[in-house]
C-alpha cells in the first residue's frame, strides 16, 4: 500500500498561511493525492485533491512536487476553525482505491 | 442535502451483548464506507458498499462484524458479542463515484464503549 509521512503536529499563528507538508515517495502514476481534515468530535471533512498540477478551492491550495514524491496544503490565512487533524492520503489504485489513512498533522492555532 | 447521519451518537454496552448502528447516506450517493477510528488515530477501514453490495471487506475484520445496505439506501452496522477492544469511533461515509474521482462525505460517528 502506497503510504504517506506528515508530521505529528505543527502550530502556526491566527491569520497567517500553514503549509502542511507530506511526503509520499512511493506514490503511483495514478494515485490521486487526497487532503482530508478532522475538527474535534466530528468525521473527517474533505479538504481538497490532485495528480499531478496544483489545485486551488475555497478551502485551500494544494501544492505537488513536479516527481510527485510530496505535496503541501496550503491554508493561505490560517483562523482558530481551522484547528483539526490534516490527512494526507493516497487514492491507491492497488488497494482497490481504499483511502490509507495515516495519524495524520495535528494543527494547532494560537491566537 | 442533509449529509451523512449516524445513529446512535453514543453507545455504552456491556462486554458481550449485541450493538447494531445505523447510516443514512447522502440520497444520490452511491458508495458507503464504515470506518472505525481509536484515539490519535486516522481512520481504519472496515467494508465498503456500492449500491446494495457489499464489495470488500478488510482483512482485519472479524466475522463478528456484519454490515448489511438493504436497497442500497441506508446501512447498518451489527457487532456480535461485543469485546472492550472493540471501543472505538465507528464512521460511516458516503460517495458518488464519477470516474478515478471520489470524495467522501463523512457522518459525525457513532462512539461504542464496551465496559
Known amino acids: 500500500d502506497a503510504k504517506t509521512t506528515q508530521p505529528n503536529s505543527m502550530e502556526s499563528n491566527e491569520e497567517e498561511p500553514v503549509h502542511l507538508p507530506c511526503n509520499h515517495s512511493?506514490?503511483?502514476?495514478?494515485?490521486?493525492i487526497h487532503w482530508y481534515r478532522q475538527l474535534p468530535s466530528q468525521g473527517p471533512e474533505y479538504v481538497i485533491h490532485?495528480?499531478?498540477?496544483?489545485v486551488n478551492n475555497r478551502m485551500a491550495s494544494l501544492a505537488i512536487a513536479e516527481d510527485r514524491k510530496s505535496s503541501t496544503l496550503i491554508l493561505h490565512r490560517a483562523t482558530l476553525r481551522d484547528a483539526a487533524v490534516y490527512y494526507c492520503?493516497?487514492?491507491?489504485?492497488?488497494?482497490?482505491?481504499?483511502?490509507?489513512w495515516g495519524a495524520g498533522t495535528k494543527l494547532i492555532i494560537k491566537p | 442535502d442533509t449529509g451523512v447521519s449516524q445513529d446512535p451518537r453514543h453507545k455504552i454496552t456491556k462486554r458481550g451483548q449485541n450493538v447494531t448502528f445505523r447510516c443514512d447516506p447522502i440520497?444520490?450517493?452511491?458508495?458507503l464506507y464504515w470506518y472505525r477510528q481509536t484515539l490519535g488515530q486516522g481512520p481504519e477501514f472496515l467494508t465498503y458498499?456500492?449500491?446494495?453490495?457489499?464489495?470488500?471487506k478488510s482483512r482485519l475484520l472479524s466475522d463478528r462484524f456484519s454490515a448489511e445496505r438493504p436497497k442500497g439506501s441506508f446501512s447498518t452496522l451489527e457487532i456480535q458479542r461485543t469485546e472492550q477492544g472493540d471501543s472505538a469511533m465507528y464512521l460511516c461515509?458516503?460517495?458518488?463515484?464519477?470516474?478515478?474521482?471520489?470524495?467522501?462525505?463523512f457522518g459525525s460517528g457513532t462512539q461504542l464503549s464496551v465496559l
Open positions: 461515509a458516503s460517495s458518488l463515484v464519477l470516474g478515478r474521482n471520489e470524495k467522501l462525505f
Open positions: 440520497s444520490e450517493h452511491n458508495r
Open positions: 458498499f456500492q449500491n446494495e453490495a457489499q464489495l470488500e
Open positions: 512511493t506514490i503511483s502514476g495514478t494515485d490521486y
Open positions: 490532485g495528480l499531478t498540477s496544483n
Open positions: 492520503i493516497l487514492r491507491d489504485e492497488r488497494s482497490n482505491y481504499q483511502l490509507i
